[in-house]
């Protein structure tokens, strides 16, 4: 397989991994500096056109670039991704009306690599591929010339994601690449790349299924890739040294990360390998949500927003300085015209291009509603099944207003798109910020309101008492699609080390039913689901929370632990395949909702029970009885008197009963769920 890859490299194209030189050496190389009005940008001209960067067409080769505060534009053209000088150097024409830059150029070009250099007030700035590149060289420093049919799978033509009736059908599963599969016993052979979704009937050293095969013994919808864009922190010719990183770092938005290729100097490499991880994933069933950092860049000076257009893309404060919504050194400013056809036709693209079936959004709320309300529009024309959602919040304030934040709060102003609720996760485990700060599940007082929020789905329903709700205190979303559960993680503590640190002197086994009792509230909630990889192996990160740069030892899934929590993850799947198979769990109107779900009335700290009636959503049960006990000590509680089939008890589950009881006064184990259904 890797000698088909590497092979689609004409020669010359840059495999040898050599030292990066940046700039050429007939031209001055400046620093950008920050603008002296945040006022101008408005009144700068826009183009919203697809084809910026470069567009083939037969033997014309048609490089196009934004800049319209530049005095001149060139490009230069490259043998390799990286070292060697220029082998031409062009002019381009400037259409002052649309602030872009042209030329056309004629030859076999095919196989090299290109920047663009801008000069401002005399200088020339630093060389960049543009933010338009499609395919780059090692470290994305250069822009590459291929053929995009070329990177297509056998059969890509055809591919295409699971077709879902509604979100709330949805089970997402996120997922770091390297996370997944790099553990020694993973079983996978191409460890932490894309293509390790690719590889069929890999086993631990216990004989469980780990890769694609795990996903599918799951029962998982979806995956959700944390960032696998062209990111800046781990460089491509240095793989041996194992360096990692989440990806929150952006560099070039259009391109696959080259680290998760098996050769990153080839830019055909990187991009079919990711194409043949989604396609693999389509074949068994499983969409790819991805997940999208358009707030800021891993550099503010130098980024190629900054390298192209200084100051535009980021947004500034009074004083001129760059803003920091994002807690990273910069926000971009998605309510500039041309930033949001940037992210517009970047979304466009992953989609067209790559057939992505969803996107995370990080930090969202400093994105604008307007402009994510025209990514939903557009997204949902391409793919009714597109599933977006993300973080409504930001890391610090922002000079974006309020007001036109796409904030949590706001989600009932975004049809098409879903929030995180932080209040079902803090309020079932504890809060996310002190890792010592029980939950519901784990015997705290007091969130049992909070989780009943989290039930509906965040929607308005009139046996509520919001006011007794810990973060929100009204129920923001229109419909339960909006709403995002989950209750663990890539950040902060994940679930077994938030447990462990919440609840000292329990035991691992008091622990794990937590655990379950956490999850179960999840998977019965109304809303989306939502799990971190490998919290159905109990998995572990060590206590070390921001693990955005730790090694392998910290963030690898250990495929060892699958047969160790055997039973854990089981109850993960039984749980998955109950919420498939019962649409009551996965009703789609707010109206739904509160019309039938039934809360009872309960006096007991750390005990919620309701009702799902009516055969809700269609489900082949008439009424579901859930019934929650976060509480160290066994709680009873009086069920109606009726054939109840038990679903779920002491830690186990089964969709087709673990035996019956006529209702009546029952006794529900510490720290579990206890559910039961009635079919007439």
Not at 609 to 625: Q, T, V
Request: proline share 4%.
């Amino acid at each position: 397989m890797n000698k088909i890859l590497i092979n689609l490299c004409v020669a010359g194209a840059g495999m040898a991994l050599v030292a990066s030189c940046q700039g050429t050496a007939n031209n001055e190389t400046v620093m950008t500096t920050q603008p002296e009005s945040i006022t101008d940008y408005a009144n700068y001209p826009t183009y919203d056109g697809e084809d910026l960067g470069l567009v083939i067409d037969g033997i014309v080769y048609k490089f196009k670039l934004w800049s319209p505060m530049a005095d001149s534009v060139a490009v230069n053209i490259y043998e390799n991704g990286l070292g060697g000088a220029a082998v031409s150097r062009h002019e381009m024409l400037a259409d002052k009306t649309r602030g872009t830059w042209s030329a056309d150029l004629k030859g076999d070009l095919m196989g090299k690599f290109y920047t663009f250099q801008v000069m401002i007030d005399g200088n020339w700035l630093d060389e960049t591929p543009g933010v338009w590149a499609k395919a780059v060289g090692v470290n994305g420093e250069r822009a590459a010339i291929i053929d995009l049919k070329t990177t297509d799978p056998e059969g890509w033509e055809l591919d295409k994601g699971p077709v879902l009736e509604h979100n709330t059908d949805a089970v997402l599963y996120e997922m770091h690449h390297r996370d997944f599969s790099i553990h020694e016993n993973s079983g996978i052979t191409n460890k932490g790349k894309f293509v390790a979704m690719v590889e069929n009937g890999t086993l631990s050293s216990n004989g469980e299924s780990t890769g694609i095969d795990h996903l599918k013994e799951l029962g998982v919808t979806h995956v959700h890739i944390l960032p696998s864009y062209d990111y800046n922190s781990v460089d491509e010719t240095q793989l041996a040294s194992n360096k990692y990183n989440w990806g929150y770092d952006p560099i070039n938005y259009n391109v696959p990360e080259g680290s998760y290729s098996t050769n990153p100097a080839c830019p055909q490499t990187r991009i079919r390998e990711m194409k043949m991880m989604i396609q693999a994933l389509h074949n068994a069933g499983i969409g790819v949500v991805m997940d999208v950092v358009y707030n800021h860049t891993g550099i503010t000076q130098g980024s190629n927003f900054e390298l192209t257009a200084p100051g535009y893309y980021y947004r500034q404060r009074e004083d001129g300085s760059f803003s920091d919504a994002s807690g990273c050194g910069n926000e971009t400013a998605s309510d500039r015209t041309q930033m949001r056809n940037f992210m517009i036709n970047s979304i466009k693209y992953w989609m067209n291009e790559y057939h992505i079936d969803g996107f995370r959004f990080d930090l969202m709320a400093i994105h604008d509603i307007e402009t994510m309300n025209a990514i939903a529009e557009v997204a949902n024309a391409i793919n009714p099944n597109v599933i977006i959602y993300g973080e409504g919040w930001t890391a610090s304030d922002s000079p974006l207003p309020v007001e036109r934040r796409a904030l949590k709060e706001h989600v009932n102003k975004m049809p098409g798109i879903a929030v995180f609720s932080d209040d079902i996760r803090d309020a079932v485990k504890g809060h996310y910020s002190n890792v010592e700060d029980p939950g519901f599940a784990s015997g705290k007082p007091g969130n049992e309101e909070t989780v009943k929020f989290g039930i509906v789905g965040a929607t308005a329903h009139p046996q509520i008492d919001f006011a007794k709700c810990n973060n929100s205190k009204f129920g923001y979303a229109n419909q339960p699609v909006q709403v995002v559960n989950y209750v663990s993680c890539h950040d902060d503590p994940c679930l077994t080390d938030k447990l462990k640190k919440s609840m000292p002197g329990t035991t691992e086994d008091e622990r794990i039913a937590v655990a379950k009792l956490a999850q179960t509230i999840v998977f019965t909630s109304q809303g989306i689901p939502f799990m971190f990889a490998g919290e159905e192996v109990y998995r572990t990160k060590k206590g070390v929370h921001n693990s955005y740069n730790s090694p392998d030892s910290i963030n690898a899934i250990d495929w060892g632990r699958k047969s160790r929590y055997r039973d854990l993850f089981d109850y993960y799947r039984g749980l998955i395949n109950m919420r498939k198979l019962h649409p009551a769990f996965r009703m789609t109107t707010a109206e739904e909702v509160a019309k039938n779900i039934v809360f009872d009335e309960v006096d007991t700290d750390n005990l919620i029970s309701y009702s799902i009636k009516n055969n809700a959503n269609g489900d082949s049960w008439n009424e579901i009885k859930v019934i929650l006990n976060g509480a160290a000590k066994a709680n009873e509680v009086v069920v109606p008197a009726g054939d109840w089939k038990i679903i779920v008890k002491d830690g186990k589950i089964s969709e087709t009963g673990l035996g019956m009881c006529d209702g009546g006064k029952l006794t529900v184990a510490p720290r579990t769920a206890l559910i039961l259904a009635k079919e007439k």
